[in-house]
């Protein structure tokens, strides 16, 4: 239900677009003294061993998922000496 039909006169405001501020040109993309640098900044090439990054993501990798079954494997091992020696943890 609109203002009009709750009986209250509603005013229909014009918006009127605002002017955009014309700032000073940027150059894109900016130079390596606008980005702060003291030197033009050498872009990225090719990896020269891309072999040896592959091993060593496997061996985190593997180190990961190691350390993550250790937690699992032992929070539940643990729970289960306690469970077996009494401590039940419940309130009695």
Excluded: K, N
Excluded at 69 to 90: D, H, M
């Amino acid at each position: 239900m609109t203002g009009a039909e709750a009986g209250g006169a509603t005013e229909s405001a014009a918006v009127e677009p605002t002017a955009m501020h014309a700032g000073r040109a940027v150059p894109w993309p900016p130079t390596p003294t606008q980005r702060g640098l003291a030197a033009p900044y050498p872009p990225g090439g090719a990896d020269p061993d891309p072999d040896a990054g592959h091993r060593e993501e496997r061996f985190y990798l593997r180190l990961l998922i190691a350390m993550v079954l250790v937690i699992v494997v032992g929070g539940f091992t643990i729970g289960l000496i306690g469970l077996f020696l009494g401590f039940a943890g419940g309130a009695e």
